[in-house]
């Protein structure tokens, strides 16, 4: 009753502040111009922007017509500045103006821009942009015509920004936290970190404009997600007519990989509409070492010392289709459909020496996965714009589908020591469909209050149904028998309710702040059909959110942040279900698993401009870890994600851009972090901790003939992540792009982890027991990409959705 009077107040006071802002609209009046260059030539389809006072909120815009002149309604009684912006030419921001009933329409002086060029040794080349960019609540690096982008994945760029790291298994830590959400566009990938891994693999990064890391969100954002939120932002269309472009690559990492895709927009009118279709295979080799150390319960140690080889290979098919359609002035209504899929297969070899006691003897375990994956998301999206003041209404539809239907099978070999004929062979073969059905809708609020406070509100609801299933069978004289004991099914239902609200305003002429508060409430149910048990689960929480810029002089700022975010366990790691590995090792689900919630704060300082200083703090309870439960008893670990009790981070990271000559430019950053975690485990504590830095640099080389090259470096130290200890981490990157046909057709080569030191070493001793893991992952290649642009007609500005999910992140694939 609490949550539902909560919701009717919310869903109230909404109400009012929307019928309040359309009985306090003014009457509109008009402003005009022209743009024109250098040569007082006209510049047609250049973007014109409005932007309120002193917020710097955007209005409105349009583009410039074919004289280079334009027109645009506008609310009097508002004081407003104008940024222009073209392709090849500098921008431009005017003084402040002011509409009254006096002076309702204004017609602006003729406006000249210049030319966006430099000259460097006699070669005309564009200047290079920045990129990394801190705003107020967010750092953009910028990732549109790199030569690191050409040819490169979306996943692999996304390694290279500012204070990520991932790890062995795909999870994204930000300055050495995990929790991180990613985003697409502003919409929720709804991928297991695996699978969300594998589709940015399979996408271009070529098809990347930016990458917003977002270590603070404010409570417009789903409250999932203690390190913060990524958000990967696609280029968009601004070309009326057709356009698109063409690319294909190729690259050899011991396996071959290659990628095609097309990306076709269309504008026409009050439509624009586009698609991009992708299809690529990638393969990767992983060499693995394990080592394992069990001490039973009568003295006697048992070791196991296991080597493996896994070839992985991914036929990745996408496809991104979409249609926007402006009804009037103030009303559009579009639709999106994205379809993701796979075909895997794995082969995993792995041979084991186990030593116990006296006794000594050799298995081979020889894994195979064969599985089918599709998630295919359906989007519908109306905007409803109440006056020209960026007042509106915006409604998203969600409908999300994902399945997948495959199996593994497992055959191990045993060998007396000395032997090369087994003695023994165990054969197991499992089928794990699964299908996830998601269905979310949600409306958001824009406007103002007195003019002065921008005011953002909104209501989300989802439910979420999976449904997954594990037959185990053991293989003997070629008949299958289903094996009880390993065989599960699970279905997990979950309904989340949200609202919020945020204000934002100025307070004195340096100080600007944004305050809000998000409250969800969570019903959720997990039922095993096999083992007839059910775990309920209702909680009701507050996510509140601070920032504050403080704007001190021209060459220093700092702005502050804080809020408390969520982290609920993964679908798939509520399954109690065992996903077997070996005859000693296997991963088994936890239905007891609880969420866990993160104080995070932050506090950034920009001096001169363009150096940046970030430092944060965030306290984790009930923190989700993987935890190797090893059994003295029989020798077996089994893998487990548990809640450990608490984790520590403290982290400074330092942006630095330099430029030593007007030809090259470094953009280098710095990160040191300390961790804590503390576990409790079987009636016992273990601290683990370490202070750790992570550093990168890229360095940028503008060339004669249009030529553009690329090195990057990074470096990580010894840090911790739940039990394990983890080794230092480094390696070199390297590419070189060349321009051909008037900058249409872009050719690059890159060459990534030149030395082969990107592996992963990792080791815990709990009670005595020790496992030790060394793995590489086969980042070192070669490769060689295409790319053909077209493109004709005039700019326009692209419609933005808010597909703002989180729950297809923690669907398991």
Same mark, same amino acid.
């Given at each position: 009753? #609490?949550?539902?009077?909560?919701?009717?107040?919310?869903?109230?006071?909404?109400?009012?502040?929307?019928?309040?802002?359309?009985?306090?609209?003014?009457?509109?009046?008009?402003?005009?111009?022209?743009?024109?260059?250098?040569?007082?030539?006209?510049?047609?389809?250049?973007?014109?922007?409005?932007?309120?006072?002193?917020?710097?909120?955007?209005?409105?815009?349009?583009?410039?017509?074919?004289?280079?002149?334009?027109?645009?309604?506008?609310?009097?009684?508002?004081?407003?500045?104008?940024?222009?912006?073209?392709?090849?030419?500098?921008?431009?921001?005017?003084?402040?103006?002011?509409?009254?009933?006096?002076?309702?329409?204004?017609?602006?002086?003729?406006?000249?821009?210049?030319?966006?060029?430099?000259?460097?040794?006699?070669?005309?080349?564009?200047?290079?942009?920045?990129?990394?960019?801190?705003?107020?609540?967010?750092?953009?690096?910028?990732?549109?015509?790199?030569?690191?982008?050409?040819?490169?994945?979306?996943?692999?760029?996304?390694?290279?920004?500012?204070?990520?790291?991932?790890?062995?298994?795909?999870?994204?830590?930000?300055?050495?936290?995990?929790?991180?959400?990613?985003?697409?566009?502003?919409?929720?990938?709804?991928?297991?970190?695996?699978?969300?891994?594998?589709?940015?693999?399979?996408?271009?990064?070529?098809?990347?404009?930016?990458?917003?890391?977002?270590?603070?969100?404010?409570?417009?954002?789903?409250?999932?997600?203690?390190?913060?939120?990524?958000?990967?932002?696609?280029?968009?269309?601004?070309?009326?007519?057709?356009?698109?472009?063409?690319?294909?690559?190729?690259?050899?990492?011991?396996?071959?990989?290659?990628?095609?895709?097309?990306?076709?927009?269309?504008?026409?009118?009050?439509?624009?509409?586009?698609?991009?279709?992708?299809?690529?295979?990638?393969?990767?080799?992983?060499?693995?070492?394990?080592?394992?150390?069990?001490?039973?319960?009568?003295?006697?140690?048992?070791?196991?010392?296991?080597?493996?080889?896994?070839?992985?290979?991914?036929?990745?098919?996408?496809?991104?289709?979409?249609?926007?359609?402006?009804?009037?002035?103030?009303?559009?209504?579009?639709?999106?459909?994205?379809?993701?899929?796979?075909?895997?297969?794995?082969?995993?070899?792995?041979?084991?020496?186990?030593?116990?006691?006296?006794?000594?003897?050799?298995?081979?375990?020889?894994?195979?996965?064969?599985?089918?994956?599709?998630?295919?998301?359906?989007?519908?999206?109306?905007?409803?714009?109440?006056?020209?003041?960026?007042?509106?209404?915006?409604?998203?539809?969600?409908?999300?589908?994902?399945?997948?239907?495959?199996?593994?099978?497992?055959?191990?070999?045993?060998?007396?020591?000395?032997?090369?004929?087994?003695?023994?062979?165990?054969?197991?073969?499992?089928?794990?469909?699964?299908?996830?059905?998601?269905?979310?809708?949600?409306?958001?609020?824009?406007?103002?209050?007195?003019?002065?406070?921008?005011?953002?509100?909104?209501?989300?609801?989802?439910?979420?149904?999976?449904?997954?299933?594990?037959?185990?069978?053991?293989?003997?004289?070629?008949?299958?028998?289903?094996?009880?004991?390993?065989?599960?099914?699970?279905?997990?239902?979950?309904?989340?309710?949200?609202?919020?609200?945020?204000?934002?305003?100025?307070?004195?002429?340096?100080?600007?702040?944004?305050?809000?508060?998000?409250?969800?409430?969570?019903?959720?149910?997990?039922?095993?059909?096999?083992?007839?048990?059910?775990?309920?689960?209702?909680?009701?929480?507050?996510?509140?959110?601070?920032?504050?810029?403080?704007?001190?002089?021209?060459?220093?700022?700092?702005?502050?942040?804080?809020?408390?975010?969520?982290?609920?366990?993964?679908?798939?790691?509520?399954?109690?279900?065992?996903?077997?590995?070996?005859?000693?090792?296997?991963?088994?689900?936890?239905?007891?698993?609880?969420?866990?919630?993160?104080?995070?704060?932050?506090?950034?300082?920009?001096?001169?401009? #363009?150096?940046?200083?970030?430092?944060?703090?965030?306290?984790?309870?009930?923190?989700?870890?993987?935890?190797?439960?090893?059994?003295?008893?029989?020798?077996?670990?089994?893998?487990?994600?548990?809640?450990?009790?608490?984790?520590?981070?403290?982290?400074?990271?330092?942006?630095?851009?330099?430029?030593?000559?007007?030809?090259?430019?470094?953009?280098?950053?710095?990160?040191?972090?300390?961790?804590?975690?503390?576990?409790?485990?079987?009636?016992?504590?273990?601290?683990?901790?370490?202070?750790?830095?992570?550093?990168?640099?890229?360095?940028?080389?503008?060339?004669?003939?249009?030529?553009?090259?690329?090195?990057?470096?990074?470096?990580?130290?010894?840090?911790?992540?739940?039990?394990?200890?983890?080794?230092?981490?480094?390696?070199?990157?390297?590419?070189?792009?060349?321009?051909?046909?008037?900058?249409?057709?872009?050719?690059?080569?890159?060459?990534?982890?030149?030395?082969?030191?990107?592996?992963?070493?990792?080791?815990?001793?709990?009670?005595?027991?020790?496992?030790?893991?060394?793995?590489?992952?086969?980042?070192?290649?070669?490769?060689?990409?295409?790319?053909?642009?077209?493109?004709?007609?005039?700019?326009?500005?692209?419609?933005?959705?808010?597909?703002?999910?989180?729950?297809?992140?923690?669907?398991?694939?």
């Amino acid at each position: 009753m #609490q949550t539902i009077t909560i919701m009717k107040t919310f869903l109230a006071s909404l109400i009012m502040i929307i019928s309040f802002q359309a009985l306090a609209q003014a009457q509109n009046g008009t402003l005009s111009g022209s743009i024109l260059d250098e040569a007082q030539k006209p510049i047609p389809y250049s973007n014109v922007v409005v932007y309120s006072l002193p917020d710097s909120v955007m209005i409105t815009g349009t583009v410039t017509d074919d004289s280079g002149n334009f027109s645009i309604k506008l609310k009097q009684d508002n004081q407003f500045f104008v940024k222009i912006s073209a392709v090849g030419f500098d921008v431009f921001n005017s003084k402040p103006y002011h509409l009254n009933a006096s002076q309702p329409n204004l017609k602006l002086p003729v406006i000249q821009l210049t030319e966006d060029i430099k000259v460097m040794d006699a070669v005309e080349v564009k200047a290079m942009r920045p990129q990394v960019i801190v705003e107020a609540d967010k750092m953009v690096v910028s990732v549109e015509g790199t030569a690191m982008a050409a040819g490169a994945t979306a996943y692999e760029v996304l390694e290279k920004s500012p204070g990520v790291f991932v790890d062995q298994d795909g999870n994204i830590q930000l300055n050495g936290k995990s929790g991180v959400q990613v985003m697409i566009d502003g919409r929720r990938s709804y991928l297991s970190a695996a699978d969300l891994q594998n589709m940015l693999q399979g996408m271009s990064a070529d098809n990347i404009k930016t990458i917003e890391i977002i270590n603070n969100p404010s409570a417009k954002y789903d409250a999932e997600g203690n390190a913060g939120i990524i958000n990967i932002t696609l280029k968009r269309n601004n070309i009326q007519g057709v356009n698109g472009s063409v690319n294909a690559g190729y690259r050899y990492n011991e396996m071959q990989n290659y990628n095609t895709g097309l990306q076709l927009n269309h504008k026409k009118g009050n439509w624009n509409s586009f698609i991009n279709a992708d299809l690529s295979q990638r393969g990767r080799i992983r060499d693995a070492g394990f080592y394992r150390e069990i001490t039973q319960n009568n003295g006697v140690t048992t070791n196991f010392d296991q080597t493996g080889k896994e070839y992985v290979n991914r036929v990745i098919p996408s496809l991104r289709v979409g249609t926007d359609y402006d009804i009037n002035d103030m009303q559009s209504v579009g639709v999106m459909f994205n379809i993701y899929g796979q075909d895997v297969y794995h082969d995993f070899n792995i041979d084991t020496d186990l030593e116990q006691g006296a006794d000594e003897f050799m298995i081979n375990s020889d894994n195979q996965i064969d599985y089918r994956f599709l998630n295919t998301q359906g989007n519908l999206h109306y905007v409803y714009k109440l006056d020209t003041n960026g007042t509106k209404i915006t409604t998203d539809l969600n409908y999300v589908k994902l399945f997948s239907d495959g199996g593994s099978s497992f055959t191990n070999s045993y060998f007396q020591e000395g032997s090369s004929e087994p003695y023994s062979v165990e054969s197991l073969e499992n089928e794990n469909p699964f299908a996830y059905d998601i269905y979310s809708a949600q409306v958001d609020f824009e406007g103002k209050l007195f003019k002065k406070i921008k005011v953002e509100s909104g209501l989300k609801a989802s439910h979420v149904v999976s449904d997954n299933e594990i037959n185990f069978y053991e293989i003997e004289d070629n008949q299958r028998t289903l094996d009880p004991d390993r065989t599960n099914h699970f279905i997990y239902t979950e309904q989340i309710f949200a609202a919020y609200s945020s204000f934002a305003g100025q307070l004195g002429e340096k100080l600007t702040y944004k305050v809000g508060l998000r409250a969800e409430q969570t019903y959720s149910e997990g039922e095993s059909l096999t083992y007839n048990t059910v775990n309920e689960r209702n909680y009701f929480n507050l996510f509140p959110s601070f920032f504050m810029q403080h704007n001190v002089s021209k060459e220093y700022q700092v702005n502050y942040n804080y809020s408390r975010r969520i982290d609920r366990p993964n679908y798939s790691n509520l399954n109690p279900f065992v996903m077997y590995l070996d005859p000693y090792t296997w991963a088994q689900g936890n239905p007891y698993l609880k969420p866990q919630f993160t104080h995070s704060m932050s506090v950034t300082q920009t001096i001169l401009g #363009q150096y940046n200083l970030v430092l944060n703090y965030s306290l984790t309870s009930d923190f989700i870890a993987e935890v190797p439960q090893q059994n003295p008893e029989d020798g077996t670990t089994v893998f487990m994600q548990d809640n450990i009790d608490d984790q520590i981070n403290y982290s400074a990271t330092a942006i630095i851009p330099l430029q030593p000559f007007k030809w090259w430019s470094i953009n280098g950053n710095l990160s040191v972090f300390h961790q804590e975690f503390t576990t409790f485990l079987n009636g016992n504590q273990e601290e683990n901790n370490a202070t750790s830095v992570f550093t990168r640099a890229g360095n940028t080389f503008v060339l004669p003939n249009d030529f553009k090259l690329e090195l990057n470096a990074d470096y990580r130290s010894n840090t911790v992540w739940g039990l394990y200890a983890i080794g230092e981490q480094w390696g070199i990157d390297f590419a070189i792009k060349k321009s051909f046909l008037d900058k249409k057709l872009d050719a690059s080569l890159n060459i990534t982890d030149i030395f082969r030191s990107r592996r992963f070493e990792g080791n815990s001793n709990f009670n005595g027991n020790i496992n030790e893991i060394s793995q590489y992952f086969g980042q070192q290649s070669i490769g060689f990409s295409l790319r053909y642009r077209f493109s004709k007609g005039e700019e326009f500005k692209a419609r933005q959705r808010n597909t703002n999910l989180d729950e297809l992140n923690r669907a398991g694939g």
